[in-house]
């Protein structure tokens, strides 16, 4: 069963800190896929993480939606 905050994922919704510019979503094109690939922002770095490392990196940094100052409120 999927958490709320997967769903909110998967929906395009982005999560971050917009004070230490951490960022965590899944990019349009993954919309849909059965295993997708999510993106953490951080320190004007880019990386692609998996579901569960995703999910793991909200909870352990607290990480809320968030306006991104590139992509808006959603990454679709």
Same mark, same amino acid.
């Given at each position: 069963?999927?958490?709320?905050?997967?769903?909110? %994922?998967?929906?395009?919704?982005?999560?971050?800190?917009?004070?230490?510019?951490?960022?965590?979503?899944?990019?349009?094109?993954? %919309?849909?896929?059965?295993?997708?690939?999510?993106?953490?922002?951080?320190? %004007?770095?880019?990386?692609?993480?998996?579901?569960?490392?995703?999910?793991?990196?909200?909870?352990?940094?607290? %990480?809320?939606?968030?306006?991104?100052?590139?992509?808006?409120?959603?990454?679709?």
């Amino acid at each position: 069963m999927k958490t709320m905050t997967e769903s909110e %994922l998967r929906a395009g919704v982005i999560f971050g800190d917009n004070i230490s510019d951490e960022y965590v979503y899944m990019p349009a094109s993954e %919309l849909g896929v059965e295993t997708p690939i999510c993106v953490y922002e951080y320190s %004007l770095q880019r990386e692609d993480v998996q579901m569960a490392e995703a999910l793991d990196i909200i909870r352990r940094r607290s %990480l809320k939606p968030v306006k991104h100052p590139r992509l808006g409120e959603s990454s679709c």
